[in-house]
């Protein structure tokens, strides 16, 4: 069974940190795309990160650029987010993706809230 399970969300305080983790199972991580989203209430979803096959390659979208870094660890078939600097305006469902084109999955998400 395919499957995209996120994990490390909760209730931060601004400057605060957080690390999400995607544990994949049922497919081979390493042959796929990785990609982090979020959605606030009421807005579109909106990429927040991506990572290649390997690694190499990262890219974010402005809004977190210098404070998120996204990574992975094929063995472990996992992707992380290391969130820091977190501000009120992070708080969102974060997702992540994989993609191997024409398959993607999706997790189920988990909840980042930024909160004095």
């Known amino acids: 069974q395919v499957q995209l399970v996120e994990s490390g969300g909760g209730l931060v305080q601004p400057g605060g940190s957080l690390r999400l983790s995607c544990a994949a199972s049922?497919?081979?991580?390493?042959?796929?795309?990785m990609y982090w989203y979020r959605q606030a209430p009421g807005k579109e979803r909106e990429m927040v990160a991506f990572?290649?096959?390997?690694?190499?390659?990262?890219n974010y979208a402005n809004s977190v650029k210098g404070r998120f870094t996204i990574s992975r660890d094929n063995a472990k078939n996992t992707v992380y987010l290391q969130m820091n600097s977190l501000k009120f305006e992070d708080t969102a469902v974060y997702y992540c993706n994989a993609v191997y084109s024409p398959e993607t999955y999706w997790g189920q998400g988990t909840q980042v809230t930024v909160s004095s």
């Open positions: 990572i290649t096959t390997t690694g190499r390659t990262t």
């Open positions: 049922g497919f081979i991580l390493s042959r796929y795309h």
